[in-house]
């Protein structure tokens, strides 16, 4: 019997590991026997993750809009467990609903650096480690969004730098697929996260629309951590540069 959630002995690498999908795929992992480097830009929060853990792991602070920081991640990974076998780009943000006649230049900026230009820090030095380890290869999983495979009003820099990070899933699995790299994107509908929960106005909006998709509801963290598994594990060898929907139905519409 295949088995999805072997990840014994893996070093699994998380961005944005002290909050929402990030925290809950460590804390789902923790016992798992894999080998955890858990990052995130928020400090006490990581560390508040990192000592709810029973198993000992690496957290670091890493800034994924900071080349160095996401060096400093991998080459934390390399330097406590010798290599990198799953790398999560996680990490992410959103900005306030309004129609793109009045989204500033700074919410642009601050969507596509941590959205999309995080994610690309981790492919390229995720890659390069996994390029020069022996045994060569690993996984990469960037978290993209609804928001990344269809338009999302009110949210348009968000939906643009989401989008970003599709084409960086699909451009990296082909390139590297033969060095034994497989690259997939998650396309999580809302979840009541603390990105979607810490406004309460934001989080009325959501709601309503939520009620008005197939399922009539949000998706549950642990919906989508169960994806991200499945996307991550070693077992799903044959699935490259696909960015999946975990929707409740909603892009069947
Ligand atoms: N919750 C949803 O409805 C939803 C839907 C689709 C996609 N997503 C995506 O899922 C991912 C996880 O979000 P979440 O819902 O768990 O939100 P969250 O706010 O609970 O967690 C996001 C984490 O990313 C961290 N982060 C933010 N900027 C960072 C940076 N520059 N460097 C490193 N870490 C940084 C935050 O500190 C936080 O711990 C994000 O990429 C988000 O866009 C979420």
Avoid: W
Wanted: aromatic fraction near 4%.
């Amino acid at each position: 019997m295949v088995q999805l959630d072997n990840f014994g002995g893996q070093v699994i690498a998380i961005t944005g590991a002290g909050s929402g999908f990030g925290k809950l795929l460590a804390e789902t992992l923790s016992a798992s026997g894999a080998k955890l480097v858990l990052s995130d830009v928020n400090e006490e929060a990581l560390r508040q993750v990192e000592s709810a853990l029973s198993d000992v792991h690496k957290a670091l602070v890493c800034d994924v809009t900071r080349e160095d920081d996401v060096v400093g991640m991998i080459g934390a990974a390399n330097a406590e467990y010798g290599r990198l076998d799953i790398l999560v780009n996680n990490a992410g943000l959103g900005s306030p609903p309004k129609l793109l006649t009045e989204v500033t230049e700074e919410e642009l900026d601050l969507n596509y650096n941590v959205n999309t230009k995080g994610v690309f820090f981790g492919i390229k030095h995720g890659i390069r480690q996994m390029l020069a380890q022996d045994p060569k290869g690993g996984v990469i999983l960037n978290v993209s969004s609804m928001a990344g495979i269809g338009g999302a009003p009110l949210l348009g820099p968000y939906a643009a730098a989401k989008h970003g990070v599709v084409g960086l899933t699909k451009t990296a699995a082909c390139e590297f697929a033969r060095h034994g790299v497989r690259v997939n994107a998650i396309c999580p509908y809302f979840s009541p996260t603390p990105l979607v929960t810490q406004d309460e106005d934001f989080a009325a909006r959501i709601k309503g629309m939520a009620a008005n998709s197939p399922m009539a509801r949000m998706g549950d963290p642990q919906e989508i951590v169960t994806v991200m598994l499945m996307l991550m594990s070693p077992a799903n060898s044959f699935m490259n540069g696909q960015a999946i929907a975990v929707d409740g139905g909603m892009s069947a519409i």
